[in-house]
């Protein structure tokens, strides 16, 4: 008898996907001659670990004593060896073959579900550009991740608490995690050159052909508004990447003073996630209200749109808003069709990266091991790894599965990935025999199926 069989679909799933054997290409100048684990295979493994659940480098006990289904699994002081020797172009190495093992998994979404890259939503309907195509949605977020002991680059946060400050940009299409950046706790939430790095490192993980000439949105919150951030995306234009922007935007006296001097009429309503009228709240554009200097450095186009709507119990209001009995937020986009309403719930769909986020602090987000910076580093890469692996295998081999295809980390180990399961020898084949009686086995052996008839590259 074994446990945590499931867990094979993820170790597998990563050698179809060619990540494995991309991530050995790139590190196989640091195999010596003695050398017994692959460095890219024991990423992966790390990797399938923290997609399993675990949360420090001693928890790869969990595959390494099971060889039976794992393989040759290498020790957890192995592990720490390898993220400890990860040096910052290793790591450049790594999001390189992740890249290229991204367009094979989106080939084969494609060729096993007839959508290489599922639409977004926007109050429960597709998002499609004029000509019909999936927008590619990218939601980019800071958060915090409280450190219990002292850690190198662990400082106190802008929360008052004490750890880290991560950047991270995650495809709201497919729910994968794109690209992340791990920042001392007391890193700034507007620093326009983190921000601009992080959304570069994103774009670079999407294949060429969704990359280039391809609609793209990118979201962020209030933090995304400085205008060296929103010039660079401007800027990518130039570049052939067809990208607009919704960001949240500052609320002050220059907004105050816009939406004072507008008649009640300018007001319209907003919408719900249903898209029906949203009882008590409401839309409008600012942009023609501002000064003719108040946005001259900012991209041309640029469209400030603010919502009001009653406010919650508890929650904060400045001296204008406790006057009028109103809560207004503002964001900026340069989509220049679409009605305000509708830009707005587009917008306010970003709020879908806080469950990402969420569960990626379940997948191995929530929790640098090490006292070691650099070990932190390769660990957050691993864990984006974990991430698309739990993707891939929910949007790829899972997708008419409704409550496993949007099933968060803890109930899909639950589920799939915990099974126990008996290991049989016959037919000099090693066999995994699922208890019929599991609510889910079928779920899984289809799974397993599927993955063994997804194609793989020639080459």
């Given at each position: 008898?074994?446990?945590?069989?499931?867990?094979?679909l993820?170790a597998?799933?990563?050698?179809?996907?060619?990540?494995?054997?991309?991530?050995?290409?790139?590190?196989?100048?640091?195999?010596?001659?003695?050398?017994?684990?692959d460095p890219g295979?024991?990423?992966?493994?790390?990797a399938?670990?923290?997609?399993?659940?675990?949360q420090?480098l001693?928890?790869?006990a969990?595959?390494?004593?099971?060889?039976?289904?794992?393989?040759p699994v290498?020790?957890?002081?192995?592990?720490?060896r390898?993220?400890?020797?990860?040096?910052?172009?290793?790591l450049?190495?790594?999001a390189?073959?992740r890249?290229?093992?991204?367009e094979?998994?989106?080939?084969?979404?494609g060729?096993q579900?007839?959508?290489?890259?599922p639409?977004?939503l926007?109050?429960?309907?597709?998002?499609?550009?004029?000509?019909?195509?999936?927008?590619?949605v990218?939601?980019e977020?800071?958060?915090l991740?409280?450190?219990?002991s002292?850690k190198?680059?662990?400082?106190?946060t802008?929360?008052?608490t004490?750890?880290?400050h991560?950047v991270l940009?995650?495809c709201?299409?497919t729910?994968e995690?794109?690209t992340?950046?791990l920042r001392?706790?007391?890193?700034?939430s507007?620093?326009?050159?983190?921000?601009?790095?992080v959304i570069?490192?994103a774009l670079?993980?999407?294949?060429a052909?969704?990359?280039?000439g391809?609609?793209?949105l990118?979201?962020?919150?209030?933090a995304?508004?400085?205008?060296?951030?929103?010039?660079h995306?401007?800027?990518?234009?130039?570049?052939?990447?067809?990208?607009e922007?919704?960001?949240?935007?500052?609320?002050?006296?220059?907004e105050?003073?816009?939406?004072a001097?507008?008649?009640e009429?300018?007001?319209?309503a907003?919408?719900?996630?249903?898209?029906?009228?949203?009882?008590?709240?409401?839309?409008?554009?600012?942009?023609?209200?501002f000064?003719a200097a108040?946005l001259a450095d900012y991209?041309?186009?640029l469209r400030?749109?603010?919502?009001?709507e009653?406010?919650?119990?508890?929650?904060?209001?400045d001296?204008i808003?406790e006057r009028d009995?109103?809560?207004?937020?503002?964001?900026?986009?340069?989509?220049?069709?679409?009605?305000?309403a509708?830009?707005?719930?587009?917008h306010?769909?970003?709020a879908?990266?806080e469950?990402r986020i969420?569960?990626?602090?379940d997948?191995?987000l929530?929790?640098?091991?090490?006292?070691?910076?650099?070990?932190?580093k390769a660990?957050l890469?691993?864990a984006l790894?974990?991430i698309?692996?739990?993707a891939w295998?929910?949007t790829?081999?899972?997708h008419d599965q409704?409550?496993?295809a949007?099933a968060?980390?803890?109930?899909?180990?639950y589920?799939?990935?915990?099974v126990?399961a008996?290991?049989?020898r016959?037919?000099?084949r090693?066999?995994?025999?699922?208890?019929?009686?599991?609510r889910?086995?079928?779920?899984?052996a289809?799974?397993?199926?599927?993955?063994r008839a997804l194609?793989?590259?020639?080459?």
């Amino acid at each position: 008898m074994v446990s945590h069989a499931g867990s094979r679909l993820l170790a597998d799933l990563a050698d179809t996907t060619t990540l494995t054997a991309q991530l050995s290409a790139v590190l196989a100048d640091r195999m010596a001659p003695q050398t017994v684990h692959d460095p890219g295979r024991v990423l992966a493994d790390i990797a399938v670990m923290i997609a399993d659940g675990g949360q420090c480098l001693s928890d790869i006990a969990t595959l390494v004593d099971q060889p039976g289904v794992f393989g040759p699994v290498a020790s957890d002081t192995t592990c720490r060896r390898v993220l400890e020797s990860m040096t910052d172009a290793d790591l450049c190495a790594v999001a390189q073959a992740r890249a290229a093992a991204r367009e094979v998994a989106w080939a084969q979404r494609g060729e096993q579900t007839g959508a290489v890259l599922p639409a977004s939503l926007v109050c429960g309907r597709p998002l499609l550009s004029r000509d019909g195509r999936a927008v590619l949605v990218i939601d980019e977020d800071a958060t915090l991740v409280i450190a219990h002991s002292e850690k190198e680059q662990a400082r106190p946060t802008f929360k008052h608490t004490f750890g880290f400050h991560p950047v991270l940009a995650f495809c709201d299409n497919t729910n994968e995690a794109l690209t992340g950046m791990l920042r001392a706790g007391n890193a700034g939430s507007n620093t326009a050159a983190d921000h601009i790095e992080v959304i570069d490192a994103a774009l670079a993980q999407v294949p060429a052909e969704y990359r280039h000439g391809y609609p793209i949105l990118l979201r962020f919150d209030g933090a995304g508004a400085s205008k060296a951030l929103l010039a660079h995306l401007r800027g990518l234009r130039e570049d052939g990447v067809d990208a607009e922007f919704s960001v949240g935007w500052a609320l002050g006296a220059r907004e105050h003073a816009a939406i004072a001097a507008l008649p009640e009429s300018a007001w319209t309503a907003a919408i719900d996630v249903d898209g029906d009228p949203r009882e008590g709240a409401g839309v409008v554009e600012l942009t023609g209200m501002f000064p003719a200097a108040a946005l001259a450095d900012y991209p041309a186009g640029l469209r400030v749109i603010a919502r009001r709507e009653r406010p919650h119990p508890g929650a904060q209001l400045d001296l204008i808003e406790e006057r009028d009995g109103w809560r207004y937020t503002c964001f900026a986009t340069d989509t220049q069709h679409g009605q305000h309403a509708w830009l707005d719930a587009r917008h306010r769909s970003h709020a879908r990266v806080e469950d990402r986020i969420r569960c990626g602090k379940d997948t191995g987000l929530g929790r640098f091991p090490s006292k070691v910076f650099a070990i932190n580093k390769a660990w957050l890469a691993c864990a984006l790894v974990a991430i698309d692996l739990i993707a891939w295998a929910q949007t790829t081999l899972l997708h008419d599965q409704p409550a496993l295809a949007k099933a968060e980390p803890k109930t899909l180990r639950y589920r799939l990935l915990h099974v126990a399961a008996r290991l049989v020898r016959g037919g000099r084949r090693l066999r995994l025999k699922i208890d019929k009686t599991w609510r889910w086995a079928h779920e899984l052996a289809t799974a397993f199926a599927r993955l063994r008839a997804l194609p793989t590259p020639l080459t």
